[in-house]
C-alpha cells in the first residue's frame, strides 16, 4: 500500500535529479557565454537563432522539473511545448523578415528639399534662418557653415551631416559627437578603416561604407545600414562626410 508520503515524493525530482538539472542549466550557460565571448563567434541571425534556442531549452528544463510540469497530466505538458514551439517559430521568422529587408526612413520631399544642415553653436530662429545674411550668390555671410569653404568649415559640415541628415549618430559611436551601439563604433575610423578591409584603405573604405553598405560587413553587427546615403546628400555634403569621419583618429 502507498503512503501519502511516498506518493508525494513521487511527483517531485529527487535531490540527485534537482543537481543533476543545476549542472545541465550551468553547462548551456557557459555555453551561451563562449558563443558571444570576447565577441560572437556567429552573428546576424544565427546568432540570435542558436540564443534563443538555447534559452528555450533552459526555460523548458526549469518548467518541466522545477515547476513539475514534468509531473503533471500529460496534457499540460503537449501545451506548454506547443506554446513554446510557436513562439519560437514566430520569434525566428520576425528575425529572418527583418535581417532580409533593408528598411529605410527617407524624409519626405518637402523636408528633403529644404534641410538645412545644423553646427552646433548656430542661433536658428522661429523661421529656420541661422543668423546668416545670404549673398547674392545663394550662400550665407558668417553665420552658416559654407560647403567648399576651409578646412574647418567642411569639417563641421561633415560633423552635421553625421549627426543630421546622414542619421549617422542613431547607429554609430564617435567620442564626444554620439553614443550609437548598432554599427561599429567610429571614433578612430580615419585609422581602423584602413584595416577593416583587406586591400582597402580608410577614404575607399568610408566612400563604400557610405555608397553600398551591404559590401562588406563588419563582423559582429547587422546589416542594417540603408544603402546609398549619398544619394540624400549634394556632392558638398558627401565630400564633407567623408573628411569628417577621415579626421577620426
Known amino acids: ?117 545644423y553646427t552646433h553653436g548656430e542661433t536658428v530662429d522661429d523661421h529656420g534662418n541661422d543668423g546668416g545674411e545670404p549673398k547674392p550668390d545663394g550662400g550665407k555671410m558668417d553665420g552658416g557653415v559654407m560647403p567648399g569653404g576651409g578646412d574647418d568649415a567642411k569639417l563641421a559640415l561633415g560633423k ?18 554620439s553614443n550609437g551601439s548598432i554599427g561599429p563604433d567610429l571614433t578612430h575610423i580615419g585609422v581602423e578603416g584602413g584595416a577593416r578591409k583587406p586591400g582597402m584603405g580608410a577614404e575607399a573604405y568610408i566612400r563604400e561604407s557610405i555608397e553600398n553598405p551591404n559590401a562588406f560587413i563588419t563582423p559582429g553587427f547587422p546589416p542594417v545600414m540603408p544603402p546609398n546615403l549619398k544619394a540624400n546628400m549634394t556632392k558638398d555634403e558627401y565630400e564633407a562626410l567623408v573628411a569628417f569621419l577621415l579626421a577620426q583618429k
Not at 160 to 177: D, E, N, P, Q, R
Open 1 to 117: 500500500m502507498t503512503t501519502g508520503h511516498t506518493a508525494e515524493h513521487g511527483r517531485h525530482p529527487s535531490f540527485k535529479q534537482y543537481v543533476l538539472i543545476a549542472i545541465i542549466l550551468f553547462l548551456i550557460t557557459i555555453v551561451e557565454f563562449f558563443i558571444i565571448f570576447p565577441k560572437p563567434h556567429i552573428t546576424g541571425v544565427p546568432l540570435a537563432v542558436t540564443l534563443i534556442g538555447l534559452s528555450a531549452i533552459k526555460f523548458g528544463i526549469v518548467i518541466m522539473f522545477y515547476m513539475h510540469l514534468k509531473f503533471d497530466a500529460k496534457m499540460f505538458t503537449w501545451v506548454f511545448l506547443g506554446g513554446l514551439a510557436l513562439a519560437f517559430a514566430v520569434a525566428v521568422a520576425l528575425l529572418g523578415l527583418f535581417g532580409a529587408l533593408e528598411i529605410q526612413a527617407q524624409p519626405r520631399e518637402f523636408a528633403q528639399k529644404h534641410a538645412v544642415p
Open 160 to 177: 552635421s551631416m553625421f549627426t543630421s541628415k546622414g542619421t549617422c549618430l542613431a547607429c554609430h559611436t564617435i567620442k564626444g559627437v
